[in-house]
């Protein structure tokens, strides 16, 4: 059972910058494939970016250009660098590992952007 824990998560003023941090309990980590989700009061869950074992990165169109993904593996820790915030990124941001059946999430840590 891979354990996750998110963190950075907090409240900042639009067009802000927050970094969220996810740290997985496993030395396999590498071979995970990592994402971040989303979800907003009343909306249902998102993805916002997740990026391959391999490095490949995939976005959300309404966070191109502004959320930047990355991963250490010697740390066994994902990120999220979130720059230009805006108000509709308010939510709270899960962190996901997959790889084939196997699906664990982290308990997710809120943001919150003031406009």
């Known amino acids: 059972q891979v354990q996750l824990v998110e963190s950075g998560g907090g409240l900042v003023q639009a067009g802000g910058s927050l970094r969220l941090s996810c740290a997985a309990s496993?030395?396999?980590?590498?071979?995970?494939?990592m994402a971040w989700y989303r979800q907003a009061p009343g909306k249902q869950r998102e993805l916002v970016a997740s990026?391959?074992?391999?490095?490949?990165?995939n976005y959300a169109d309404s966070v191109k250009g502004r959320f930047i993904i990355s991963r250490d593996n010697a740390k066994n820790t994902m990120y999220l660098q979130m720059n230009s915030l805006k108000s509709e990124d308010t939510a709270v941001y899960y962190c996901?590992?997959?790889?084939?059946?196997?699906?664990?999430w982290g308990r997710g840590t809120q943001v919150t952007v003031s406009s």
């Open positions: 990026i391959s074992s391999g490095g490949s990165t």
């Open positions: 996901n590992a997959y790889r084939s059946s196997y699906d664990s």
């Open positions: 496993t030395s396999l980590f590498r071979i995970y494939t």
